[in-house]
């Protein structure tokens, strides 16, 4: 794992959009894979930035998020797919035909989650999948003790993230009891992966998933098995983190090695 502490959210927000940037231009075709809650806001105001001022070009990427909660329409204010639009998807030249966003409402969720993932292989799978993490180290809607090999399915949420989640929603009982989300396996499966974090209530998770044992209890643990994967941290995200030194002389001396090896 490749660990980039930023000062802030905006710096985090910064080098985050423009890792996402960097493959985009590299490969117009790019599968990306999203996700949502407050941490990649500023993220995709920097890739909105990013269009409106170098013409980033999203018109032939696809898109799949991570999740949605079962229950909302497309069109639900607490939907993610509302989220999206309202943070992304309306202010970026983006295909709507190729944007993916699992429907909470559909009726038979477990056909559509076999749909799901077979849209994902017919793209080619997901080139970059960008995750955040919640206070229970989950990724995506995998809460702790789900399988490392978990494909996209309804997964019922833990207290603590209702209780996270709560704030987006006129009041608690209103927050859905069951999601759809990609798993960990699926997610996995992602070529590369770019995990973002901040502040002081991500700190105690952020050491656990770094630095910590590989377990199903704490989801995102499952990235220390992946061969690409990144993660950009605030300060305050990393504050609890035990090699903080040998992370930053690693980002400092990158371009160094890279150059002795001749990229
Ligand atoms: C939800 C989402 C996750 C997200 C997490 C953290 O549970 N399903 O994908 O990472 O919230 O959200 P926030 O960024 O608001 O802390």
Redesign the pocket.
Do not use: E, Q, S
């Given at each position: 794992m490749e660990i980039i502490i930023a000062k802030n959210y905006d710096e985090m927000s910064r080098i985050s959009a423009e890792i996402i940037a960097a493959e985009v231009r590299k490969n117009h075709d790019l599968t990306l894979g999203l996700?949502?809650?407050?941490?990649?806001?500023g993220t995709y105001k920097e890739l909105v930035k990013l269009y409106k001022e170098e013409g980033l070009d999203f018109s032939k990427i696809t898109t799949f998020n991570?999740?949605e909660y079962v229950g909302l329409a497309p069109l639900h204010e607490n939907s993610?797919n509302y989220f999206m639009k309202e943070n992304l998807f309306n202010h970026v030249n983006i295909n709507p035909s190729r944007v993916y966003v699992p429907q909470g409402n559909t009726n038979d969720p477990e056909i559509f989650c076999e749909w799901y993932e077979n849209k994902i292989k017919e793209a080619g799978g997901i080139d970059l999948q960008i995750?955040?993490?919640?206070?229970d180290g989950?990724?995506?809607?995998n809460e702790p003790g789900s399988s490392f090999a978990s494909r996209t399915r309804v997964k019922a949420?833990y207290k603590e993230?209702i209780e996270?989640?709560a704030?987006?929603f006129k009041k608690e009982e209103d927050v859905p009891r069951f999601?759809i989300?990609m798993g960990i396996g699926t997610i996995l499966e992602a070529r590369k992966i770019l995990l973002?974090?901040?502040?002081k209530?991500?700190a105690d998770v952020c050491a656990k998933f770094i630095e910590g044992p590989v377990t199903s209890m704490i989801t995102a643990s499952a990235l220390q098995l992946h061969c690409h994967a990144t993660v950009v941290l605030d300060e305050e995200a990393a504050s609890m983190l035990t090699r903080t030194e040998y992370y930053n002389w690693v980002r400092d001396n990158k371009k160094l090695v890279q150059k002795k090896i001749g990229r």
């Open positions: 996700a949502t809650g407050d941490t990649p806001v991570l999740d993610y995750l955040g993490i919640g206070r989950h990724i995506a809607f949420l993230t996270d989640n704030r987006f999601a989300t973002i974090a901040n502040g209530k991500k």
